[in-house]
């Protein structure tokens, strides 16, 4: 019965959308207030039916309701509570239903926070949200029905794909998913925007808190992806250029190129046109991703492996929201005013470059991950384009906006000194050199090039902490100005600085795991010991494993350091029931300098077992910068400018003459 109740609140959402898409933008053609206000009525009730079909599918889930064929294929009455839970969005159907969900949360916050919206954009934008959260209900109700009954009956489920359960999967999937639909609301006030002819300081200024909620969440979804990657997959790093995670990176990057464009058109009402395609694209790329994980076209541990017929489907989505919304953007972005000028050397200048060499680093990716695709799709020739190409593009690119971003912090608006912003990071540049000095000294042996990407590093975090200096006066001021200063500046300018030193952090991370990773494979027995990094593993035997939905075999190690044991960590072989698929369990020392790594293999028929043992220098510095950059844009989304935004536009007066659309 709770089953039908989720399928029915799921279909009168769809018509709610169908009402939310229509009505709201009928009235703000009409100027219709009654028409315009209800909008706000329609995405909260959306909302609520869709949080009832969810509750619905989770509580057939905890409870272990086979009947439900979704369930039934992706669930088990073995399985831990926690993976029963994450079961429901660990499948194609339940992670659309969830999808929606959170489409829908993204919609509602609009009605609830969007008070000082004119009534009109107001509307439109919850019009051209409705109209999203539509076309992927239509979705579901024909092709992805997660409610489906089976009749009769299983005894036991499938079980969740193994592969899966683990704690990282659990959360890591809702984080990205919200990440990918809040662009939606960006995508939603381009379109009205458009409609409307109408950009300005009050519109950038509307559109950044939520792009900003989109990309800290991208972040931290992203950061989770590559660490789950990372200890559960066994393969000892935390990026493959994987087409599926790049169908992350992707509106990742161009959504960080919307967050600095979004501030010169708030500062200095330029890059208008720029912006609103920006805000189309990112949201575009979330479909785009979306379309690659579930079409059936990739095969990938990320991918949901389902029939082309969805893919179609999902297709034609894409063709119409991203087709109809460049459409529109080719005929309305030419009547938009251009903005103020500026010199080329200038903060927006800075921005301008930004913008470009993210879009370059975003391109290359893009084609290398669909050019395989459509390759194969016209003429059946199948290539593979891995990280040699993407190394050899998306580093080149990225390079330079590393070198250059703290310099841009230090530029002034519409015109500016380059010499005299460089004299404002001296000292960021003096200490970044001398750690590279330091590095060159300590280090005995290559690549001698880690040192400069180390070096890059730090130039990132003292970069960030210079701009934090300049603006409070630290250095030129007396100590009570300075710090006076320093507690009035606002909150955005502090997550802005952390943002900048996460990625330094996450940097330096990348470069000395990459270059100075040092890895042993070999046969060994029980008794023997792999020397690897200063660390010596030792293989202390095999014991049987048994756990709630698995068996299988553990390996134990000691990890010795000087003779003194350091930790003892386990490695597991897992065969899970009932699929009989299996996984391996990575046996883990985490050090703040570095990590031991021990991978256990398959058996050999002289009583020897293949081990993997690794040392992965410093790559607790890849997730702590993730860390750190999600929590800069939290902290930003704290100040006070962003929660407020910007005072409701006054209605005109009744004997006004009408003013211009820009």
């Not at 134990?556 to 386990?570: E, G, Q, S």
């Not at 883990?588 to 043992?613: E, H, I, M, N, P």
Request: net charge positive; charged share 10%; hydrophobic share 55%.
């Amino acid at each position: 019965m709770i089953s039908e109740i989720g399928h029915f609140t799921l279909l009168l959402a769809l018509a709610v959308a169908a009402y939310q898409t229509i009505v709201p933008q009928w009235g703000a053609w009409r100027n219709d207030a009654v028409l315009m206000a209800s909008a706000s009525v329609a995405a909260l009730l959306q909302l609520a039916l869709l949080l009832i079909s969810f509750a619905a599918l989770t509580h057939a889930y905890l409870t272990s309701d086979f009947s439900v064929l979704n369930v039934a294929e992706n669930s088990h009455s073995m399985k831990p509570l926690l993976y029963k839970i994450s079961g429901v969005w660990g499948n194609h159907e339940g992670s659309m239903l969830l999808w929606v969900a959170i489409l829908a949360l993204f919609g509602a916050a609009v009605a609830v926070f969007g008070r000082n919206l004119p009534d009109t954009t107001k509307a439109r934008i919850l019009s051209v949200q409705g109209s999203v959260g539509l076309a992927f209900l239509i979705f579901i109700a024909a092709a992805s029905n997660p409610f489906l009954r089976l009749m009769p009956p299983p005894v036991e489920g499938n079980g969740l794909n193994p592969i899966l359960q683990d704690p990282a999967l659990a959360f890591h999937p809702p984080f990205l998913y919200a990440g990918y639909v809040g662009l939606s609301i960006a995508f939603s006030f381009a379109v009205a925007a458009l409609i409307e002819g109408r950009v300005d300081a009050a519109w950038a200024r509307w559109v950044r808190p939520w792009t900003l909620v989109s990309w800290a969440l991208l972040t931290i979804g992203i950061g989770m992806g590559a660490w789950w990657a990372y200890y559960e997959l066994g393969w000892g790093g935390f990026w493959f250029w994987d087409p599926v995670e790049n169908a992350s990176l992707m509106p990742w990057l161009i959504a960080t190129a919307l967050l600095h464009s979004a501030i010169v058109v708030e500062k200095r009402g330029a890059l208008k046109i720029w912006t609103i395609l920006l805000s189309i694209l990112a949201f575009s790329l979330s479909l785009v991703g979306t379309f690659l994980v579930r079409s059936g076209i990739l095969t990938s541990v990320h991918a949901f492996a389902v029939d082309p017929a969805r893919g179609t489907f999902i297709l034609a989505i894409l063709a119409v929201f991203v087709g109809g919304s460049l459409t529109l953007f080719a005929v309305r972005a030419p009547s938009l005013k251009t903005g103020g000028l500026f010199a080329t050397v200038s903060r927006e200048g800075g921005l301008v470059l930004n913008n470009l060499l993210l879009s370059a680093a975003c391109t290359a990716v893009f084609f290398g991950t669909l050019y395989p695709l459509a390759l194969e799709t016209l003429t059946g020739d199948k290539i593979s384009v891995g990280p040699p190409y993407f190394n050899l593009t998306f580093g080149p690119i990225f390079l330079p906006l590393l070198l250059l971003m703290p310099l841009g912090t230090m530029l002034t608006w519409k015109r500016a000194d380059v010499l005299n912003a460089l004299r404002r990071l001296w000292w960021a540049a003096a200490a970044a050199l001398a750690i590279t000095l330091l590095v060159l000294v300590l280090t005995v042996r290559g690549p001698w090039l880690a040192p400069l990407g180390i070096a890059m590093g730090f130039w990132l975090i003292f970069g960030a902490a210079a701009d934090i200096f300049q603006r409070a006066g630290i250095g030129s001021q007396p100590v009570h100005i300075a710090w006076a200063r320093f507690k009035g500046l606002p909150r955005s300018a502090f997550g802005t600085a952390l943002a900048h030193g996460g990625l330094g952090v996450m940097v330096i991370g990348i470069i000395v795991l990459s270059l100075w990773k040092e890895e042993h494979i070999t046969s060994i027995k029980p008794g023997e010991s792999i020397p690897v990094a200063g660390y010596t593993v030792v293989f202390k035997g095999i014991e049987p494993l048994s756990g709630p939905n698995y068996d299988g075999i553990l390996g134990r190690f000691d990890i010795m350091k000087d003779k003194a044991l350091v930790k003892d960590v386990v490695s597991e072989k897992r065969q899970f029931r009932p699929r009989g698929m299996p996984t391996t369990e990575v046996g883990l020392y985490q050090g703040f300098w570095g990590d031991v790594y021990v991978v256990l293999g398959d058996a050999a028929s002289d009583g020897t077992y293949v081990v993997r043992a690794s040392f992965n220098p410093m790559a607790s510095f890849i997730w702590l910068g993730a860390f750190i950059m999600f929590m800069g844009g939290i902290l930003s989304l704290t100040d006070r400018r962003l929660r407020i935004g910007v005072p409701k536009r006054a209605a005109a007066a009744p004997n006004a003459a009408p003013q211009p659309a820009e």
